[in-house]
């Protein structure tokens, strides 16, 4: 593993985008096809660590933190947190890999990331990874998302932080202790008063804070037409069970995997979970 970036652009001027770099390149068994892992909207790319650590002996992997999230760059107008931004800043990555075509997994917000990179003419995207997101988010979802995202806990130390995490991430099923460990030790940043706080841009939520309806982007959905795979966490309150199986009937006619005693989102840090999407993006 090594860590880099790139730089992305937005009105402000430039930013950097920070990643975490697994594997080979140029992989001949897989024709040389990076695979990009997108984390969800208050994570970052050391999410994917266990993943990464499984698929390196075959696979180039990058993991980035998006803007405003881990090692990566605040932008200075909270309005830029979009989905136009990360998609931009997502194709510069796409550049730096070198290669015309990649394989993507996205939890969560990475994964409407995918959806509306994968359904663009001349999409680089071979196959797409969906994890525990789709192209219809009730606004019930949307503000349970909003209640906790706009928070600012404040912790004395790891533990505590660690202990939060393991509240509000309870749904993600069962991580091992040294994962929760790890996904607080790279989850935090240092606050100038010596205490510590979750490592993301409290202004992400600005955007979530102006919707008031639905979100419906199947119109988009019924434009993929590469392989997709969805990941469902059983007992998901973001990806419903109806929503899921029209994701299989429509646009890209999904795979759809239903893993129990989880909900949103599943880790990917468990044996099953990884073999899965393993199986599924070396297809």
């Given at each position: 593993?090594?860590?880099?970036?790139i730089?992305?652009?937005s009105p402000l001027?430039?930013?950097?985008?920070?990643?975490?770099?697994?594997?080979?390149?140029?992989?001949?068994?897989?024709?040389?096809?990076?695979?990009?892992?997108?984390h969800?909207?208050?994570?970052?790319?050391?999410?994917?660590?266990?993943?990464?650590?499984?698929?390196?002996?075959?696979?180039?992997?990058?993991?980035?933190?998006?803007?405003?999230?881990?090692?990566?760059d605040w932008?200075?107008?909270?309005a830029?947190?979009?989905?136009?931004?990360?998609?931009?800043?997502?194709?510069?990555?796409?550049?730096?890999?070198?290669?015309?075509?990649?394989?993507?997994?996205?939890?969560?917000m990475?994964?409407?990331?995918?959806?509306?990179?994968?359904?663009?003419?001349?999409?680089?995207?071979?196959?797409?990874?969906?994890n525990?997101?789709?192209?219809?988010?009730?606004?019930?979802?949307?503000?349970q998302i909003r209640?906790?995202?706009?928070?600012?806990?404040?912790?004395?130390?790891?533990?505590e932080?660690?202990?939060?995490?393991?509240?509000?991430?309870?749904?993600?099923?069962?991580?091992?202790?040294?994962?929760?460990?790890?996904?607080?030790?790279?989850?935090?940043?240092c606050?100038?008063n010596?205490?510590?706080?979750?490592?993301?841009?409290?202004?992400?939520?600005?955007?979530?804070?102006?919707?008031?309806?639905?979100?419906d982007?199947?119109p988009?959905?019924?434009?993929?037409?590469?392989?997709?795979?969805?990941?469902?966490?059983?007992?998901?309150?973001?990806?419903?069970?109806?929503?899921?199986?029209?994701?299989?009937?429509?646009?890209a006619?999904?795979?759809?995997?239903?893993?129990?005693?989880?909900?949103?989102?599943?880790?990917?840090?468990?044996?099953?979970?990884?073999?899965?999407?393993?199986?599924?993006?070396?297809?």
């Amino acid at each position: 593993m090594k860590t880099a970036s790139i730089l992305g652009v937005s009105p402000l001027g430039f930013h950097r985008i920070a990643y975490t770099e697994w594997g080979i390149a140029n992989s001949c068994r897989y024709d040389g096809i990076p695979v990009i892992c997108v984390h969800g909207l208050t994570r970052n790319g050391r999410d994917f660590d266990n993943l990464a650590d499984a698929m390196q002996a075959e696979r180039q992997i990058f993991c980035p933190d998006m803007a405003g999230r881990g090692r990566s760059d605040w932008l200075g107008d909270p309005a830029l947190y979009g989905y136009p931004q990360y998609v931009s800043d997502m194709a510069a990555l796409i550049a730096r890999t070198g290669s015309s075509s990649i394989d993507w997994i996205g939890t969560s917000m990475g994964g409407i990331i995918g959806m509306l990179m994968a359904a663009m003419p001349n999409s680089p995207i071979r196959r797409l990874v969906l994890n525990d997101v789709g192209p219809f988010l009730p606004l019930a979802s949307i503000q349970q998302i909003r209640s906790y995202v706009s928070l600012q806990q404040e912790f004395s130390d790891i533990h505590e932080a660690e202990r939060y995490l393991r509240e509000i991430y309870v749904s993600f099923g069962s991580i091992s202790d040294d994962d929760w460990k790890k996904l607080a030790v790279q989850g935090v940043r240092c606050l100038p008063n010596g205490k510590l706080a979750l490592n993301y841009d409290p202004s992400i939520a600005h955007n979530f804070s102006i919707i008031s309806h639905d979100i419906d982007i199947w119109p988009m959905y019924d434009n993929i037409t590469c392989p997709t795979l969805v990941l469902r966490g059983e007992n998901s309150d973001i990806l419903s069970a109806g929503t899921a199986e029209q994701m299989t009937q429509r646009g890209a006619r999904a795979q759809l995997v239903t893993f129990k005693d989880c909900g949103h989102a599943p880790s990917l840090m468990n044996i099953e979970q990884i073999k899965t999407v393993m199986d599924f993006v070396n297809a």
